[in-house]
């Protein structure tokens, strides 16, 4: 199994290309009825979901009062190596139910593993011992220094430089700093950070960090952080939270109460479907098709065409708070918050479920991981191997 866990890499927030579409991984002919449990480990509290490089997976949690960065052996589920920060934090109490963890996924390159505390402190490890090379907070720029919600932005890292939307509630910088030693390379200082995460584009030749920040929807040249275009852009109760997806030289965008918008390379919108929205659901693109969750109707899975915004499909409702989607092959991973786990078919025509599992006791607000061997699945405080 550890010779197939290391042939698979995942190691960024919503897979290789932050879209979460799976690298090749060898899927069965047919699945059980059951999953088996190969390992369960417990690595704390929160929502940012485990990654997978080189064989390794990191899963970033807390426990008390410490932030923890784990290396885990995927073939045994044993510890490699434990990080431990302390990062006290209160809760906004709108956010009681989802506690204290950290909610920003890791990212992992070049040997080295970024993390986004959820209060806003920026980490970057050593992959192979933990060793914490350099750490920044944010309290002497920023009166806060994370959303009302807690920090859940993850950070992508383009060209040696860790780009981080940093700062919190009313101001704050989406910023570039240094991979090796960690000097701030260029800063957009013109709006507070969301709670969604920046994708680098090429689109029409030119290359982009396109991100959801407090009011706005922006696009910046990574390699200075000058704005190619802005959308002002605003959701009920400043959550801004879902990852823009590319589809050819255009981008998908959508929010809560602002319905599904495609927008060109100039950031001009093509078209907008008013009805179907995302709320906390980043969507991924199968074809010419857009597979998502809306929070209408207490949960949704939909389908929509990419080419025009029309709704093709849509699926029972009330399927929970949100759901991590992931695609593989033909097949899409649907992970509700209600620990619900369906494996679908990638079509346009239907909602076509092939089997349904439940995966966890609690809560699943993380990604799942589709390995060849197995998936990976961070419920509220433990990481499982199920197998098939």
């Not at 002497?140 to 981080?164: H, N, W």
């Not at 080419?307 to 989607?325: H, Q």
């Amino acid at each position: 199994m550890a010779g197939a866990l290391a042939a698979v890499d995942f190691p960024q927030w919503r897979g290789p290309n932050r879209d979460g579409v799976v690298g090749s991984v060898k899927l069965p002919a047919s699945w059980p009825d059951k999953l088996t449990r190969k390992w369960r480990m417990a690595v704390g509290e929160g929502h940012a979901s485990p990654v997978l490089s080189a064989g390794r997976l990191y899963v970033f949690a807390r426990q008390a009062e410490n932030e923890i960065l784990r290396a885990v052996d995927p073939a045994a589920g044993k510890v490699i190596w434990t990080s431990l920060n302390a990062a006290p934090y209160t809760v906004n109490p709108a956010a009681t139910k989802h506690r204290k963890g950290p909610k920003s996924t890791p990212v992992v390159t070049g040997g080295r593993v970024v993390t986004l505390g959820i209060s806003g402190i920026l980490s970057v490890h050593d992959a192979a011992t933990g060793k914490v090379f350099w750490r920044k907070e944010f309290g002497k720029e920023f009166r806060e220094t994370s959303p009302l919600y807690g920090a859940a932005m993850s950070p992508i890292v383009v060209d040696g430089l860790v780009i981080a939307h940093v700062g919190g509630d009313g101001g704050g910088a989406l910023t570039a700093f240094d991979l090796a030693a960690g000097a701030v390379r260029w800063r957009w200082a013109e709006d507070g950070p969301g709670y969604a995460s920046p994708v680098a584009v090429t689109v029409a030749g030119k290359r982009q960090v396109v991100t959801q920040s407090e009011k706005n929807i922006v696009s910046v040249d990574p390699k200075d952080g000058k704005v190619v275009w802005k959308i002002p852009f605003t959701t009920p109760y400043a959550q801004n939270s879902v990852t823009p997806l590319v589809h050819r030289d255009k981008l998908i965008l959508s929010g809560l109460s602002n319905g599904t918008m495609c927008v060109n390379p100039a950031g001009t919108v093509v078209w907008h479907n008013k009805e179907i929205g995302m709320y906390m659901n980043s969507p991924v693109m199968g074809g010419e098709t857009i597979y998502g969750f809306t929070n209408r109707n207490r949960g949704q899975y939909f389908a929509m065409s990419a080419r025009d915004g029309k709704l093709l499909w849509s699926s029972e409702p009330r399927k929970g708070d949100n759901a991590a989607i992931l695609l593989a092959g033909d097949l899409l991973f649907l992970l509700n918050t209600d620990a619900e786990l369906i494996v679908a078919k990638v079509s346009p025509a239907s909602f076509q479920v092939v089997k349904t599992y439940t995966v966890a006791e609690s809560e699943t607000w993380a990604h799942p991981l589709v390995l060849t061997e197995g998936i990976v699945i961070k419920d509220f405080e433990s990481l499982t191997l199920w197998t098939v």
